[in-house]
């Protein structure tokens, strides 16, 4: 018997990782080549916070681990305090692409998106999920909105400036 994987929920998150400097992390989608983007993911569960769903995202698609500091994993080269990601508080609707269309239950076409932000250290070990992504860059945050894909994703990466913590 064929089971059906089960549909995406229509409420997710953007996270944009970027440097103190204002540097971005993009990456490049494996299904997608040439489709840049930050961290993107669904909520698994109706219930799930956003804020661990961009936890979540963020270690699966970076091997990012943002925790606090009595976490096993605060001395891990690829370590983020949980003080660094920031709640922006915006959140977007947005047309889903035909192409992914097929993920979501029948009739469901849009999706509202909440953006976050992380700052991670620049030389941050980045662990790519290669069924996912094939390659990583940092740009500054003008040339990563210019290379995004998304008309969504661009406009949160040019409103770093307003976002970002200071050091």
């Not at 990782?17 to 997608?32: F, Q, W």
Request: proline fraction near 7%; glycine fraction near 4%.
């Amino acid at each position: 018997m064929y089971m059906h994987k089960p549909y995406k929920i229509p409420e997710s998150v953007l996270v944009v990782i970027h440097s103190a400097e204002l540097d971005v992390l993009l990456i490049e989608r494996a299904d997608k080549p040439g489709f840049w983007q930050s961290v993107t993911g669904s909520k698994d569960t109706d219930d799930e916070a956003l804020r661990q769903t961009a936890i979540r995202e963020v270690f699966e698609e970076t091997g990012i681990r943002i925790a606090d500091e009595t976490s096993p994993q605060f001395q891990a080269s690829n370590f983020v305090l949980a003080g660094n990601l920031c709640d922006w508080k915006l959140s977007n609707v947005y047309e889903i692409y035909p192409v992914w269309r097929h993920r979501y239950a029948p009739g469901i076409t849009r999706n509202t998106e909440h953006v976050f932000g992380l700052r991670v250290p620049r030389e941050i070990a980045i662990i790519l999920a290669p069924l996912e992504h094939v390659r990583h860059m940092w740009l500054p945050y003008r040339e990563a909105a210019d290379k995004c894909f998304s008309p969504s994703n661009a406009e949160a990466i040019l409103q770093l400036p307003k976002y970002s913590t200071p050091d």
